[in-house]
T-cell receptor, first 114, second 113 residues
Framework: AQSVAQPEDQVNVAEGNPLTVKCTYS??????LFWYVQYPNRGLQFLLK??????LVKGSYGFEAEFNKSQTSFHLKKPSALVSDSALYFC????????????FGQGTELSVKP | KAGVTQTPRYLIKTRGQQVTLSCSPI?????VSWYQQTPGQGLQFLFE???????NKGNFPGRFSGRQFSNSRSEMNVSTLELGDSALYLC????????????FGEGSRLTVL
């Protein structure tokens, strides 16, 4: 079965510093990968996706993600963190062995301190 | 363009009752998926509907059911509520089934007492 793993429950970053939220995947075939963000008491907001093409994907709010096939990773990055980036981040993969449903990682809580 | 709308946003029920949650997808989107979010289990897939047909189903008991109407609006129902059904229920829509990104609503937070 397809899966994604987010090895860190929480990431702490100082405002202005670069941030990385890690995600590794396990899929058979080509991976369709996504990042979502969730603010408190809100739904999930789509940030970016990798389907094919360039390994560096740019998304909303200045976020980008790097697809690395050899390391089976899809880490989310931002050059300069903002306090307002503090939220819960989810990595996800489309599972085409099970009808294409989106399978989510457990989430990483990002905290950006001033 | 309006986003995904879920109603009600909050509700409280007691064990044994049933609940119906509603979801209106983004205009033009024909696929609707439902997820359950809890602190312990994270985001769990419930089911997906496309053109009024259930296309995919997660590993939930038969107490959880859903349907989709001809205008793509969807409802999910949970019967004989249990304490463990307390969760945030998220609806998401997409243009087609099994492709691309999902667009989520704000969720319906169900508390079972």
């Amino acid at each position: 079965a397809q899966s994604v793993a987010q090895p860190e429950d929480q990431v702490n970053v100082a405002e202005g510093n670069p941030l990385t939220v890690k995600c590794t995947y396990s899929v058979s075939g080509n991976p369709y990968l996504f990042w979502y963000v969730q603010y408190p008491n809100r739904g999930l907001q789509f940030l970016l996706k990798y389907i094919t093409g360039d390994n560096l994907v740019k998304g909303s709010y200045g976020f980008e993600a790097e697809f690395n096939k050899s390391q089976t990773s899809f880490h989310l990055k931002k050059p300069s963190a903002l306090v307002s980036d503090s939220a819960l981040y989810f990595c996800a993969v489309r599972d085409y062995n099970q009808g294409g449903k989106l399978i989510f990682g457990q989430g990483t809580e990002l905290s950006v301190k001033p | 363009k309006a986003g995904v709308t879920q109603t009600p946003r909050y509700l409280i029920k007691t064990r044994g009752q049933q609940v119906t949650l509603s979801c209106s997808p983004i205009s033009g989107h024909r696929s609707v998926s439902w997820y359950q979010q809890t602190p312990g289990q994270g985001l769990q897939f419930l089911f997906e509907y496309f053109s009024e047909t259930q296309r995919n189903k997660g590993n939930f008991p038969g107490r959880f059911s859903g349907r989709q109407f001809s205008n793509s609006r969807s409802e999910m129902n949970v019967s004989t509520l249990e304490l463990g059904d307390s969760a945030l229920y998220l609806c998401a829509s997409s243009l087609e089934t099994g492709t691309g990104e999902l667009f989520f609503g704000e969720g319906s937070r169900l508390t079972v007492l």
